[in-house]
């Protein structure tokens, strides 16, 4: 059993960054890979970055040059630095454990890019 508990987020003007954090309880987190997600109001859930348990990333195409995902296993947690945020980039911003076939989600925390 994981537990996962997201922070970080907030109010930030358009061209703004943030970084959140998500820290794991549990036992096993190196072995999972960690992703994050965003549900925006109307809209699915969707990935926005993933990293593996030998640190490999992915990127879908809104976070590509401008998120970065990172771990931390010492310290059971996950990072996402965002940088040059954008309006579309509001969302509530899930964090996710998977190693097939358990799958773990966090309460998320939402991101407001706004002026």
């Known amino acids: 059993q994981v537990q996962l508990v997201e922070s970080g987020g907030g109010w930030v003007e358009p061209g703004g960054s943030l970084r959140l954090s998500c820290a794991a309880s549990g036992n096993g987190f190196s072995f999972y890979t960690m992703g994050w997600y965003r549900q925006a109001p109307g809209k699915q859930r969707e990935l926005v970055a993933q990293?593996?348990?030998?640190?490999?990333?992915t990127y879908e195409n809104p976070a590509k040059g401008r998120f970065t995902i990172s771990r931390d296993n010492a310290k059971k947690s996950v990072y996402l630095q965002m940088n040059s945020l954008k309006p579309e980039d509001t969302a509530v911003y899930y964090c996710n454990a998977r190693l097939s076939p358990t799958n773990y989600w966090g309460q998320g925390t939402q991101v407001t890019v706004s002026s």
């Open positions: 990293i593996t348990r030998v640190g490999s990333t």
